[in-house]
């Protein structure tokens, strides 16, 4: 089960006063400074969560191409340095976790095109700031063509399903 994070800009006052209803709907709750602190601290995580999960499935998608058991390549990532949350709580490769969208047809979750817009605020923020994100940029581009090739309303973990379609062309 998903454990919400609420980050959040503003009063601080005004947090406090909130903060029993944030603990209520989410597991997290961190005041995050001035207004406009909280989005930011979002767009920055999920471009991160974004760029992770792509790593992820290229790295699975490499190791099945390669002979591994994507179940034995799962293990050893998550007891080695390559250990990530994409890799130990929500395997983007069908079989290796119960649970998670990539055992549910990529159904529920959190949407391609939800990280879509995410990571595009995340480039208009940059551009803004002049801050070089080429990961993030890439990462945009990707659930950008998701998007438009029928993996709009699947969870942004089907990355590891279109890489793997992808290679076929």
């Known amino acids: 089960m998903a454990k919400l994070t609420f980050m959040v800009g503003g009063v601080k006052e005004e947090y406090n006063a909130a903060q029993e ?25 999920n471009m991160l969560l ?18 591994l058991d994507p179940k034995l390549l799962a293990k050893i990532l998550n007891m080695s340095s390559g250990r990530c949350w994409s890799s130990d709580t929500y395997n ?12 549910n047809n990529y159904q529920g979750g959190f949407g ?14 940059a551009t ?27 969870d942004f973990s089907s990355v590891f399903q279109f890489l793997r379609e992808e290679e076929g062309q």
């Open 21 to 45: 209803l944030l603990t209520c709907m989410g597991a997290n709750s961190v005041y995050c400074g001035q207004v406009g602190t909280g989005q930011a601290a979002k767009i920055c995580n």
């Open 128 to 154: 803004d700031t002049k801050t070089p994100i080429p990961l993030g940029s890439l990462a945009h581009q990707i659930f950008r063509v998701m998007c438009s090739r029928g993996y709009a309303n699947k």
């Open 92 to 103: 983007p490769v069908p079989g290796v976790m119960e649970g998670v969208p990539s055992a």
């Open 112 to 125: 391609t095109t939800l990280m879509a817009k995410d990571l595009g605020l995340a480039q208009n923020t």
């Open 50 to 67: 974004a760029i992770g999960m792509i790593g992820t499935a290229e790295t699975m998608n490499l190791g099945i191409r390669l002979g």
